[in-house]
């Protein structure tokens, strides 16, 4: 089975905090993603990457960054956390596609809730 | 732009019958539409997928129907059971090589005993 963790589940930061998420996957995927997930607004994509050292932005890149050093790992930065950014994370995980079988099915993480105070 | 978007935010059904969930989607180019399952405290799950090639697909106790002429994706769930009480995102690829799926905003389904 694909597996997906975050390093952690429940976080409480205070503003202007570091804020580092971290997000390790076991199946080789290429595709890595970090979403928020609020109420009433559903799963936002922050930022994505698709191979070693690559990265793109998402829907809502502002006030985060991320890394890709490893395959396997993704992580995502917050420099300097505000409350606005108080919110579930979840980091997920998808095979490249480049034959007409793969279809782009996302495998998440349990995700990580921050509060920041 | 692309969205999805759900018709209902919340179902509530008695345990035994069938639910129904309804998702909309803008973007005429998605190929590959998923609905996941989110629980309580945990990250989303993968139910079903299907293709734009298809109008049907059949799992356990599971079917998506897909219209291409509204735009309109459906989940239907036989003989709910209290287990199936979660949030349902609905979820489409618009293609491109890295994809990058665009969820819709979640229907809460309540299972009631």
């Known amino acids: 089975d694909v597996k997906v963790t975050q390093s952690s589940r429940y976080l409480v930061k205070r503003t ?19 979403y928020r997930q609020d109420p009433g607004l559903g799963l936002r994509l922050i930022y994505f990457s698709y191979d070693v050292k690559m990265k793109e932005k998402g829907d809502i890149p502002e006030g985060y960054s991320v890394s890709r050093e490893k395959k396997e790992r993704f992580s995502l930065i917050l420099e300097s956390a505000s409350t606005n950014q108080t919110s579930m994370y ?7 596609g480049t034959s007409g079988k793969y279809t782009g099915e996302l495998f998440f993480g349990e995700g990580s809730r921050l509060t920041v105070l | 732009g692309e969205s999805v978007g759900l018709h209902l935010p919340t179902l509530s059904v008695q345990e035994g019958d069938n639910s129904i969930i309804n998702c909309a989607y803008s973007n005429s180019a ?16 993968f139910i079903i997928d299907i293709r734009s090639n298809m109008d049907k697909r059949q799992g356990q106790r599971v079917t998506v129907l897909l219209n291409k002429t509204v735009k309109h994706l459906s989940l239907q769930i036989a003989a709910t059971q209290p287990g199936d009480s979660a949030v349902y995102f609905c979820a489409e690829n618009s293609g491109g090589s890295n994809y990058k799926l665009t969820f819709g905003k979640g229907t809460l389904l309540t299972v009631n005993p």
Do not use: R, T
Request: aromatic share 20%.
């Open chain 1, 90 to 96: 979840l980091c997920a995980s998808s095979a490249f």
């Open chain 2, 30 to 45: 998605s190929d590959y539409f998923i609905w996941y399952k989110q629980e309580s405290g945990k990250g989303p799950q």
């Open chain 1, 16 to 34: 202007g905090e570091k804020v580092f998420l971290e997000c390790v996957q076991d199946m080789d995927h290429e595709n890595m993603f970090w």
